[in-house]
């Protein structure tokens, strides 16, 4: 099992950049995918990012793709959101998973990500 607590949001103007970090604890991190999911309000947790378990391979949203950038280190037990140019559209409560079924692709679907963090808010004024 995995605890994983999410930071760095806050509230940012458009065009700006923001760092989200979250941090696991417990094991075996090494051994799951992780994700980056967001949700405005009134709307549906939707994915934004994804990386596997060594962090050799990167999936992203069509609405973040070359804006944001997902990382990892499992020495330290943490994924990094890296997100530049964002746009009010962007606002959201941001939430780190984790996907504890050893697979071999990165899934998007929420309902496969067992453990969440308590996620982060990011607001983006215009």
């Known amino acids: 099992q995995v605890q994983l607590v999410e930071s760095g949001g806050g509230l940012v103007q458009a065009g700006g950049s923001l760092r989200l970090s979250c941090a696991a604890s417990g094991h075996p991190f090494g051994t799951y995918v992780m994700g980056w999911f967001r949700q405005a309000p009134g709307k549906e947790r939707d994915f934004v990012a994804g990386?596997?378990?060594?962090?050799?391979?990167?999936l992203y949203a069509d609405s973040v793709k070359g804006r944001f950038t997902i990382s990892r280190d499992n020495a330290d037990k943490t994924v990094t959101l890296q997100m530049t140019t964002l746009k009010p559209e962007d606002t959201a409560v941001y939430y780190c998973?984790?996907?504890?079924?050893?697979?071999?692709?990165?899934?998007?679907?929420?309902?496969?990500?067992?453990?969440w963090g308590q996620g982060t808010q990011v607001t983006v004024s215009s």
């Open positions: 998973a984790a996907d504890e079924v050893i697979r071999t692709v990165i899934t998007t679907n929420p309902r496969d990500y067992a453990y």
């Open positions: 990386i596997n378990q060594s962090g050799a391979r990167t």
